[in-house]
């Protein structure tokens, strides 16, 4: 694999060129930039085109710009210039690497006290620096504090205005945060000045002592609205630790009147330089509580959507196309700082010609991936690139090329190099795929045919992938994606064999990649039917925790929800698995159409039929089980009449046909229910479900159903949603043996659902 040219990037006003996207707020989107014309690294902040067509804002800011170049502090990042491209306004400041302020109580919540103060003391005295050139900031926040290398420094004085009473009159732009607005900002005052600042100071502080803001409410405009009517809370009552001299002098800080705070920043130094702290500080000490994460972290996190790459070879090739979106996504979505737009999202616009910043608009993003493959009979050439949708800048742009089996490892190196380009540090992960091309173009057409979710189809994959497991017999990809196919196989005749053969390459997969959460997945679905089905719902979450997007796991989560929990959480989480994956669809036909008929919502007409005849064939086992529950006759009937037209080899809808229909029946499809119902070669939970099925015939006629229900609570039922709601039990809840088979399932079910909610469940008594 090779990288066939360096990352191409905007040049703006033929002299900064981008090197990366540092953030986005309310005044325009911050690059880290190289100024080509004196080989220095800063950082370029671009105005939004509505702000700086503003009447009077460029004159304005010509004005601020010159002021500010005047403040030469160490805790104050220098304003250099005010430049333009393609009439788009832009400032260029000093670039402070390291962390934001924001980002380290985010990360740590609640502060030691010395550690506040000392960063406290040092916000000040750039305070009292830029107040004294006549400067305030105007919106002072956490965003805008950068703790550097050796020294803490407040940024975006860009955006400051000049202590002027008819500046913001004079443009009607509202500056600043209502989290730490000051309430004369709130109330567009013309008498702004530095102790607006002040106020601000003190939210942060307040934030910084307490982990939380000092008022919060559902929406900016009561945040700010509260400041108005409302003393701020002291800041003692969250932290029994605090000194009340500290406490003291936030709330002179955040007072309401301008004259009842500090008259300057060199007033707070003096007083938090005087301060007596706790012998013990049980934060700096202990390091507890220090893990709580502020409700607003969202706005520090980049929003990104990969968009489907296009496939610029053969049609045949989409599999492998489709494969490097999915790794991309799966790679990025792990990366702290970056929120990744799910595949069943973003695989909407796949083939769409639209513009990739109309669609990342579409979609809410600030950020869109997008590229092209072109493949050969024995390599690849893929160029992608990473286009700002606020402005339409290209952040970062590549083409590697390689071989076919490349593909994963070039998904890999795109999402490191995206990664810094959106300054955000991407997650290590080791690389697993085959290496030899054959038997990675095996595994991908494997699992291909793994996502059609039908026997012929999984009989196929099973296939492809004995052929690549024979070529690479420890390959946990592989590995993982052939014993999912095998352990689908579970409620054939042969199923119990071969969910031996998959329960071993299974846990051989885990072994060998202990942090690949397809393994986990693939495991977790065997378990399921040994049954364990508490060791599968621990599986699942542990493939959540490795891989948060992963649609497999969702999948399978959704199905164990729908047999444990209410129908609206089982429900939800199909529809979260179907956004992922749009090829999941067909969980509409089993836990979705479940969900609905235990709330007895029976009209099933909202339902597409499948195209795809495989499909098809699923989609018909749920409509006849739910058409069943609901005891509509004459419905059943007509749905009878449907299938009867049908080549099917479904067992189960054969004799559903010619019940209904009142038709005879053939005596090898009768016992062949009869036989998956008791036979060892199927998977105890295969067994469980034949049974489940006879006990619906049973009741839909009103024959006893309890031997079916008892014999399939002995296979491992943990199904309480069935034993609870489905209708055709009703009679049967009335035999005295039916409590006690109810509690066995309630038990194995309370416990499931604590093992997929990370804790305790109730199930209803």
């Known amino acids: 694999m090779s990288e066939t040219d360096t990352p191409k990037t905007q040049i703006l006003a033929g002299r900064y060129q981008v090197l990366a996207l540092i953030g986005l707020g309310g005044m325009g989107a911050v690059y880290k930039v190289l100024d080509r014309e004196l080989d220095e690294v800063v950082a370029l902040k671009m105005l939004k085109r509505e702000i700086a067509n503003a009447p009077g804002i460029v004159d304005r800011f010509r004005r601020e710009v010159k002021l500010a170049r005047r403040v030469t502090h160490p805790n104050v990042a220098r304003t250099f210039d005010l430049g333009e491209h393609e009439g788009d306004r832009f400032l260029t400041m000093e670039l402070v690497e390291g962390e934001s302020l924001a980002s380290l109580i985010a990360r740590e919540g609640q502060l030691p006290l010395a550690r506040v103060i000392e960063i406290a003391s040092a916000i000040c005295a750039g305070l009292e620096a830029a107040h004294a050139a006549g400067v305030i900031h105007r919106d002072l926040k956490p965003d805008n504090v950068m703790l550097g290398a050796d020294r803490i420094v407040i940024t975006d004085f860009g955006v400051a205005c000049v202590e002027d009473a008819g500046a913001a009159a004079r443009t009607g732009i509202p500056i600043g945060t209502p989290a730490y607005m000051a309430p004369e900002q709130v109330e567009a005052s013309p008498h702004i000045d530095a102790r607006a600042d002040i106020y601000a100071f003190g939210a942060m502080l307040f934030e910084l002592l307490t982990r939380h803001l000092p008022f919060e409410a559902d929406s900016v405009f009561a945040v700010a609205a509260m ?72 706005r520090l996190q980049k929003t990104v959507a990969v968009l489907p790459f296009r496939n610029a070879g053969p049609p045949e090739d989409d599999y492998l196309v489709d494969g490097l979106t999915d790794d991309l996504i799966d790679a990025l979505s792990m990366t702290p700082g970056l929120r990744v737009r799910p595949r069943g999202v973003v695989m909407a616009h796949k083939n769409a010609s639209s513009d990739p910043r109309t669609v990342g608009r579409e979609l809410g993003v600030q950020v869109v991936v997008d590229g092209t493959m072109r493949t050969s009979a024995d390599g690849i050439r893929v160029s992608a690139r990473v286009l700002s949708v606020e402005d339409g800048f290209q952040i970062w742009a ?368």
């Open 227 to 298: 400041r108005l009517t409302q003393d701020a809370p002291d800041p003692a009552s969250y932290r029994a630790d605090l000194p009340e001299s500290l406490a003291r002098v936030v709330r002179k800080c955040m007072a309401r009147k301008p004259d009842d705070r500090f008259a300057s920043a060199r007033e707070i130094v003096a007083a938090l330089s005087g301060m007596t702290l706790p012998k013990v500080d049980p934060l700096a000490h202990t390091g507890e509580a220090r893990t709580m994460i502020p409700a607003d972290t969202d």
């Open 398 to 765: 590549k083409r590697f090329e390689g071989k076919r089996n490349d593909v994963l490892h070039i998904g890999e190196d795109a999402a490191r190099d995206i990664a810094l380009a959106l300054s955000v540090q991407k997650a290590e992960r080791v690389v697993r795929g085959p290496s030899d091309p054959m038997t990675l173009d095996l595994y991908l057409r494997g699992r291909h045919e793994l996502f059609k979710f039908w026997a012929t189809a999984n009989e196929r994959a099973i296939q492809l992938f004995e052929v690549a497991q024979a070529r690479a017999p420890d390959d946990p990809l592989v590995m993982a994606g052939y014993a999912t196919a095998l352990a689908r196989q579970h409620g054939l005749m042969n199923g119990i064999e071969r969910m031996k053969r998959a329960r071993d390459v299974a846990v051989e997969a885990v072994r060998l990649a202990p942090s690949l959460a397809e393994a986990h997945v693939a495991l977790a679905a065997i378990r399921l039917h040994d049954p364990d089905p508490i060791a599968a719902a621990a599986g699942v979450v542990r493939a959540l925790s490795l891989s948060p997007l992963l649609p497999e796991a969702h999948q399978l989560r959704a199905r164990m929800l729908s047999e444990v929990a209410p129908p609206h959480e089982s429900m939800a989480a199909a529809e979260r698995a179907m956004q992922l994956e749009p090829r999941l669809a067909h969980l509409r036909f089993d836990v979705v159409a479940r969900g609905r008929a235990m709330l007895g919502e029976w009209d099933l007409a909202d339902y597409t039929v499948p195209t795809d005849t495989e499909a098809m064939n699923l989609f018909w086992i749920m409509a006849v089980r739910y058409t069943l529950w609901s005891r509509d006759r004459e419905r059943a009937k007509a749905l009878a009449r449907s299938l009867a037209s049908l080549d099917t080899q479904s067992v189960f809808l054969r004799v559903f046909v010619g019940w209904v229909l009142d038709e005879k029946v053939a005596a090898a499809d009768i016992a062949r229910v009869e036989e998956r119902k008791r036979s060892p070669a199927i998977s105890a939970r295969g067994r469980s479900f034949w049974n489940q099925l006879g006990a619906e015939f049973a009741g839909y006629v009103g024959s006893p159903a309890i031997d079916d229900v008892r014999a399939s609570v002995e296979s491992g039922l943990f199904d309480i949603a069935w034993m609870d709601g489905c209708p055709l039990l009703d009679e049967t809840r009335k035999d005295p043996a039916f409590a006690a088979l109810r509690e066995r399932v309630a038990d194995r079910a309370r416990r499931v659902l604590a093992e997929l909610h990370g804790g305790e469940a109730t199930i209803a008594a």
